[in-house]
């Protein structure tokens, strides 16, 4: 059994590195612009005219831009919604360069993937590990009486909302812990979470995604599968900080801990 967890824990961590590495992974981040702070509608080293309007952003440029919106050259006026998909299939285009469009609570960004980056270009891995059958453990979700949106640093300065979907109570080292949670569309729970590893052995905080909770609310957390967050490859993501009350006194030798 342990070797069956073990074993898929190397698969997880192989497709993690691979994901990460991907010439539009989150290595290839290169800026994140608001286009507020932009009022003349020119980004930094970004051609064309970037216009916030309710529900999207008009582009307007010029053949001579060298712009291509879904595969084509560009020249004219188009107004983008925010990219749902895959980066690599951001509608935007400038050469090798992925332009994806954004929102955030009403603000509208525009992030720059370059698969020639400087940290894509000197990537050497992840430290993980190893699995180890101790930092996996059962979990009980708790839901609330509806999402509770609380306001929460990030990592770009900036406070934004975050829904929190209830807690995730679970024994470790001996002890009864809870990690306050939010829950994505396809039933994970998502837990942003910082311990007595952060910012030293570890990054200074990690992120973890339980499955999904049965009908009575049992979950799986298993800390070998603790990612860093988006921000610890590159500094233009958001990333959320951890909530009140989801440092944990205990220090999580296990799942990723930092880059090589």
């Keep these: 059994m342990t070797t069956d967890a073990s074993d898929a824990w190397k698969q997880w961590h192989e497709q993690r590195v691979e994901n990460v590495s991907a010439p539009y992974g989150p290595l290839a981040l290169t800026a994140t612009h608001w286009i507020e702070d932009h009022p003349d509608g020119r ?19 010029a053949e001579a831009d060298g712009l291509t919106v879904d595969g084509r050259p560009f020249a004219g006026e188009a107004v983008l919604a925010a990219d749902r998909g895959p980066e ?11 332009l994806v469009v954004l929102v955030r609570e009403g603000v509208w960004g525009v992030r720059v993937y370059d698969p020639d980056s400087a940290a894509r270009r000197a990537f050497r891995g992840i430290e993980a590990g190893p699995y180890d ?3 996996s ?8 009486e509806g999402t509770r949106t609380i306001r929460l ?15 995730l ?15 994505q569309g396809d039933g994970r729970l998502w837990a942003v979470f910082a311990d007595a590893t952060s910012g030293d052995t570890s990054f200074r905080f990690r992120f973890l995604f339980p499955p999904a909770p049965d009908a009575e609310g049992r979950t799986t957390v298993d800390f070998n599968r603790a990612h860093l967050p ?13 909530p009140p009350g989801n440092t944990l006194d205990v220090g999580i030798e296990a799942g990723e801990r930092q880059l090589l």
């Excluded at 980004?43 to 916030?52: K, T």
């Design 153 to 167: 640093g990030n990592a770009d300065g900036r406070e934004r909302g975050f829904g929190l979907a209830g807690e």
């Design 133 to 135: 059958p101790r930092w």
């Design 137 to 144: 453990v059962p979990g009980r979700f708790t839901p609330y």
């Design 169 to 183: 109570t679970f024994t470790l080292a001996g002890q009864e812990r809870t990690l306050a949670v939010a829950q």
């Design 43 to 61: 980004l930094p080293d970004i051609p064309g005219n970037w216009v916030a309007q309710d529900g999207g952003v008009v582009l307007t440029a």
């Design 88 to 98: 690599a299939e951001a509608r935007v285009a400038l050469g090798g360069k992925r």
């Design 230 to 242: 988006p921000c610890a490859f590159a500094d233009h993501f958001l990333c959320p900080f951890p």
